[in-house]
Nanobody, 121 residues
Framework: GPLVESGGGLVQTGDSLRLLCLTS?????MGWFRQAPGKAREFVAT?????????YADTAKGRFTISRDVTWRTLLYLQMRNLKPEDTAVYYC?????????????????WGQGTQVTVSS
C-alpha cells in the first residue's frame, strides 16, 4: 500500500517507543490514529507536511510528538513517551490530500495496515 508503518512492539509502563510511517505519496497532511480492541478508531496527532504545524488529541499532549521528514519520500514519526497500558492499540498512519489538520478519520484518503503497540503494566 501507499503507507507502511513500523516500530510497534511490546513495552512496559513508562517506556518509550517511536513509530515510523513511510510513503512516496505527495499529500497535504498526515496523522496517527489508534484503535484498541472493542473501541472505535481514535485520533492521536496530525501534522501539515509543508510547515510542520501540528495538532494533538488531549490524550497525546505532553507525551507524544509527531514529526516528519520530507525528501523525495515522506517519513512520519510518532515519538511516544511514558507509555501506559491504556495506550495499547493498533496504531495507524494516515494521509490526507488536504492542508487542514483534521482529527476525524473519514477526512483521510490513505491508510496504512497498522502496527501493534502493547504496553504491559
Amino acid at each position: 500500500g501507499p503507507l507502511v508503518e513500523s516500530g510497534g512492539g511490546l513495552v512496559q509502563t513508562g517506556d518509550s517507543l517511536r513509530l515510523l510511517c513511510l510513503t512516496s505519496e505527495r499529500t497535504g497532511s498526515m496523522g496517527w490514529f489508534r484503535q484498541a480492541p472493542g473501541k472505535a478508531r481514535e485520533f492521536v496527532a496530525t501534522i501539515r507536511l509543508r510547515d510542520g504545524t501540528t495538532h494533538y488529541a488531549d490524550t497525546a499532549k505532553g507525551r507524544f510528538t509527531i514529526s516528519r521528514d520530507v525528501t523525495w519520500r515522506t517519513l512520519l514519526y510518532l515519538q511516544m513517551r511514558n507509555l501506559k497500558p491504556e495506550d495499547t492499540a493498533v496504531y495507524y498512519c494516515a494521509a490526507s490530500n488536504s492542508l487542514i489538520l483534521y482529527d476525524t478519520s473519514n477526512m483521510y484518503d490513505y491508510w496504512g495496515q497498522g502496527t501493534q503497540v502493547t504496553v504491559s503494566s
